[in-house]
């Protein structure tokens, strides 16, 4: 089955970066083929989409994060990332990655890790 693993977060300095992983496996088709997407939710709050990359690497993020924050994935290595730069520390939360239930971002993000926290000060 599908499963998504996040790693990298931690503590970090308000200015400073991060970068987040997410392992994937248990994939019937390709990873190349499905749309990925990092989510975080902080405490008290709904859990809000940072950005997206579909199948063809276009990125799409909130306007809270952008010019700050990068989407990339290594196919190769069935790895999506989080570069996070001049962390502010209302970017708090907890991180998660998910992954399109078709290969388009549209059909919604169905599968999920566990969540990986950020919390910066």
């Known amino acids: 089955h599908v499963q998504l693993v996040e790693s990298g977060g931690g503590s970090a300095l308000a200015g400073g970066s991060v970068r987040l992983s997410c392992a994937a496996s248990?994939?019937?088709?390709?990873?190349?083929?499905?749309?990925m997407a990092w989510f975080r939710q902080a405490p008290g709050k709904e859990r809000e989409m940072v950005g997206r990359?579909?199948?063809?690497?276009?990125?799409t993020y909130a306007d809270s994060v952008k010019g700050r924050f990068t989407i990339s994935k290594d196919n190769a290595k069935n790895t999506l990332y989080l570069q996070m730069n001049s962390l502010k520390p209302e970017d708090t939360a907890m991180f998660f990655c998910a992954r399109s239930r078709t290969q388009y971002c549209s059909s919604g993000f169905t599968y999920w890790g566990q969540g990986t926290q950020v919390t910066v000060s």
């Open positions: 248990g994939y019937t088709y390709s990873y190349s083929v499905y749309c």
């Open positions: 990359i579909s199948s063809d690497g276009a990125t």
